[in-house]
């Protein structure tokens, strides 16, 4: 049974916005890091956010900062990831993950476990 359960994917146009969440209650609150990669096809996955739930510090790929927040509500232990004025390279299915702690959830080899994804497209 998976353990982590992303949803909210869409399509949407070109300066539209979307919010994913990644439910994570099988796992206990520790110290481990949570994040977002994406895939597009034919390309490598990749890190586009990532948070410490336990103390909330962040970190963001150069492609996404500004435009996409992660957060993480520690009473329902749901992963958001809020994308704003996305662009028709944002295009990709999008993952949840949690990593090794002291890690900074933006590598795959930071990678203990993911989610089964969620597709967005953008339109131009």
């Known amino acids: 049974q998976a353990q982590l359960v992303e949803s909210g994917g869409g399509s949407v146009q070109t300066g539209g916005s979307l919010t994913l969440s990644c439910e994570t209650s099988?796992?206990?609150?520790?110290?481990?890091?949570m994040g977002w990669f994406r895939q597009a096809p034919g390309k490598e996955r990749e890190g586009v956010a990532s948070?410490?739930?336990?103390?909330?510090?962040?970190y963001y790929s150069d492609s996404v900062k500004g435009r996409f927040t992660i957060s993480f509500d520690k009473t329902k232990k749901i992963l958001y990831l809020q994308m704003n004025n996305l662009k028709p390279e944002d295009t990709a299915m999008y993952y949840c993950?949690?990593?090794?702690?002291?890690?900074?959830?933006?590598?795959?080899?930071?990678?203990?476990?993911w989610g089964q994804g969620t597709q967005v497209t953008v339109s131009s």
């Open positions: 993950a949690r990593g090794w702690y002291g890690s900074a959830c933006m590598s795959t080899g930071d990678i203990l476990d």
């Open positions: 099988r796992y206990p609150l520790t110290s481990n890091c």
């Open positions: 948070t410490y739930p336990a103390h909330g510090s962040t």
